[in-house]
């Protein structure tokens, strides 16, 4: 149990354009979700907390109108690069909460990751 | 705030010897500790979680981690690494009320014929 799927896998796009990343919790129901981003070699970077029905919390620094991020359905976190740039060339990586309390609530289960190659 | 510190950037082991990766944390009370692994191109999977309790747990594919508050570590260890265990492993530590987790910088296992 507690899959998280993330589509697509790996996308190219043109400098200027959106690209829009899908994570899906498959058997829950994930009331909070997290964004990374992680550079070659290096470690997660998070990005953004993504709860269900209000705005995702950016962390210190990570532009909220570049990286858009919505959470319509307890089992749905879309992040939206807009007008990206080769700058935003990076490997891209959701998770989500499996435990809404307790000690279970700090246990995460990850997508398989999106690498997205800008132009 | 909480910290997590994997020492190691980069280990290499022999085909079937013991694996040890070290994990030291700071945090005021006592934190929930996770190991992850990753292969490349792909997300994080979890190895093993300490929440309390017996201070050694026993995770999947044979790892297991023991918990010393004393020296602030969360080690990892397997006793006889097999060539599949080759990848990226990364200490978490989490804190009660759901706050959100810090990751180390990763360790690179590779693993030698």
Known sequence: ?119 | AQSVTQPDIHITVSEGASLELRCNYSYGATPYLFWYVQSPGQGLQLLLKYFSGDTLVQGIKGFEAEFKRSQSSFNLRKPSVHWSDAAEYFCAVGVPLGGKSTFGDGTTLTVKP
């Not at chain 1, 829950?28 to 209000?54: I, V």
Request: aromatic share 10%; charged share 15%.
């Open chain 1, 1 to 119: 149990g507690a899959v998280v799927s993330q589509h697509p896998s790996w996308v190219i796009c043109k400098s200027g354009t959106s690209v829009k990343i899908e994570c899906r919790s498959l058997d829950f129901q994930a009331t909070t979700m997290f964004w990374y981003r992680q550079f070659p070699k290096q470690s997660l970077m998070l990005m953004a907390t993504s709860n269900e029905g209000s705005k995702a919390t950016y962390e210190q620094g990570v532009e909220k109108d570049k990286f858009l991020i919505n959470h319509a359905s307890l089992t749905l976190s879309t992040l939206t690069v807009t007008s990206a740039h080769p700058e935003d060339s990076s490997f891209y990586i959701c998770s989500a909460r499996v435990g809404t309390s307790g000690p279970g609530a700090n246990v995460l289960t990850f997508g398989a990751g999106s690498r997205l190659t800008v132009l």
